[in-house]
């Protein structure tokens, strides 16, 4: 199937994709990697009026961070930030999530705020963003604002992100110095939309004790959900398989997942806590 016939436009300027969002609304489109966006496209499950293309816009692909924050511009693709240094130094969970995005061919071109601003469910970077307690770094013709990555996802495909709003960057704190974290999926074949997914990020001491545990999954409702529960569960308890089995029981009480091709809710339920051992187990290792 083809598109629907839209207009096109490369901007210049931020000033140049404002003026566009608040002539054409609901009608306009950005056009970032496209990885997403090309596919409902093609599937007329988008119609936009115009695609404003923003990929040649400066100072929104770069990657840098300072002692406390780490720093990702809108515009870096998937496969410059999987071979960041500063990533894999300050948010490890984002490099070992990173492999699982899709393909070779996709990580060049999709970029890393176009995931996020797309808000797929299913898709890893969201999930990671909550779990590592990103900030979304939101501008507009009369300035900027950040959301924390907990208050950015409000529902199936929908954002904190104004109509006259684009997303410019994430930020991210640093992991502290005794954090650990730990990535797992499942999916059908490897590079397919995960069936079920879990990131997890937190602290076990000297003791083998948890503390500030975050763990968020995505294919597992309706957004990236941050099992609060289970971190719960797990937090001021020691590493053993009671305290797992606990995180695991906590589940019923965060994650809502949905009927899809891959399989019915309980399913997922299933898997969900298989691979919330399988992580913990290798979080602890």
């Given amino acids: 199937m083809k598109p629907a016939p839209f207009a096109y436009v490369r901007a210049k300027s931020l000033d140049q994709v404002f003026d566009l969002l608040s002539e054409h609304g609901d009608g306009a489109r950005i056009l970032a990697g496209g990885q997403s966006l090309m596919a409902t496209l093609n599937m007329r499950l988008s119609e936009p009026q115009i695609l404003i293309d923003i990929n040649h816009l400066e100072g929104l692909s770069g990657i840098s961070s300072d002692s406390e924050t780490l720093h990702i511009g809108a515009l870096a693709r998937h496969s410059q930030v999987l071979v960041s240094d500063d990533v894999v130094r300050m948010a ?19 970029t890393f705020g176009g995931s996020i601003a ?19 770094i939101l501008q507009g013709r009369d300035g900027q604002r950040s959301v924390e990555a ?9 954002t904190a992100i104004q109509p006259d709003e684009l997303l410019i960057a994430v930020e991210v704190p640093k992991i502290a110095d005794d954090g650990r974290s730990a990535f797992m999926e499942l999916a059908r074949r490897s590079g397919d939309y995960a069936i079920v997914g879990i990131g997890v990020q937190g602290r076990l001491d000297g003791s083998r004790t948890f503390s500030d545990m975050r763990l968020a999954f995505l294919g597992a409702g309706d957004r990236p959900i941050l099992a609060s529960a289970a971190g719960d569960a797990l937090n001021g308890k020691p590493y053993n398989d009671n305290t797992v089995a606990a995180a695991q029981a906590a589940l ?14 309980e399913m997922k339920m299933h898997l969900a806590r298989v691979l919330t051992k399988r992580a913990l187990t290798a979080f602890a290792a």
């Fill in 92 to 110: 490890p969970l984002i490099a070992q999530a990173m492999p699982h995005v899709a393909h070779k061919a996709i990580r060049n071109r999709g």
């Fill in 118 to 136: 797309f808000a797929d469910p299913a898709a890893e970077m969201p999930a990671i963003s909550r779990a590592v307690k990103a900030k979304m």
């Fill in 150 to 158: 907990d208050d950015f996802f409000l529902g199936l495909f929908e």
């Fill in 252 to 265: 019923d009480s965060d994650l809502d997942p949905m009927a899809d091709l891959n399989g019915p809710p």
